[in-house]
């Protein structure tokens, strides 16, 4: 099955903890996204990276950091310095990065982290 | 800055009525306009998209009405099911990333 593989779905931290949440995608995209999901306020792009060793900070990247070292993952730590981070977290790829009306985002099936 | 407005947050239909959900846009540079389906638990899936260049653009039940003079579009779902029930969330594109409104919660019962 091709797809995208985020893990894992729950996720605790305690206060001053990094934590790691995983993406893989077998679809042989070239770009990936971490999205944020807050109740009533959408989905907020934190990263995005269109090759292999290369990201862009999106709307709300304070307190988070990526790292793109092979196509297939791209790992999103939440940092200590992010005071807010309980939220919904998701994955996405497209084939390219989104240019016209054809670019698609496929997503995961998201993480949800929480503050002990 | 929320570049991307949807109404309304929620939304409730009888079983045959028609859904319709609202966006409106503020960036004239914006050349894609998706929508996503998302159920709980679950990632948004692509629904329908549109181009700018072109008015309206029908799927099966759901239809997407592009008015690019008034910035503004929408989603309507026809013959609306419980299967329907979900989150939906529109979305503007660029040249680099797609930004999303905020959801609109549909409950169709029955």
Redesign the interface.
């Known amino acids: 099955d091709g797809g995208?593989t985020q893990s894992p779905k729950y996720l605790f931290r305690k206060e001053g903890q990094n934590v790691t949440l995983s993406c893989e995608q077998n679809l042989n995209h070239d770009a990936m996204?971490w999205?944020r999901q807050d109740p009533?306020?959408?989905?907020?792009?934190i990263y995005?990276s269109?090759i292999v060793n290369d990201f862009?900070k999106?709307d709300i990247a304070e307190g988070y950091s990526v790292s793109r070292e092979k196509k297939e993952s791209f790992p999103l730590t939440v940092t200590s310095a992010q005071k807010n981070p309980t939220a919904f977290y998701?994955c996405?790829s497209s084939i390219r990065?989104?240019?016209?009306?054809n670019?698609?985002?496929f997503?995961?099936?998201?993480t949800q982290l929480s503050v002990l | 800055q929320q570049q991307v407005k949807q109404s309304p947050q929620s939304l409730i239909v009888q079983k045959g009525g028609i859904s319709i959900i609202n966006c409106a846009y503020e960036n004239t540079a914006f050349d894609y306009f998706p929508w996503y389906q998302q159920f709980p638990g679950k990632g948004p899936a692509l629904l329908i998209a549109i181009r700018p260049d072109v008015s309206e653009k029908k799927e099966g039940r759901f239809t997407i009405s592009f008015n690019k003079s008034a910035k503004q579009f929408s989603l309507h779902i026809m013959d609306s099911q419980p299967g329907d029930s979900a989150t939906y969330f529109c979305a503007a594109g660029g040249s680099r990333q797609v930004t999303f409104g905020t959801g609109t919660k549909l409950q169709v019962i029955p």
């Open positions: 995208i996204y999205y009533g306020q959408g989905l907020r792009l995005y269109q862009q999106g998701l996405a990065a989104i240019r016209n009306y670019e698609k985002l997503f995961g099936s998201g």
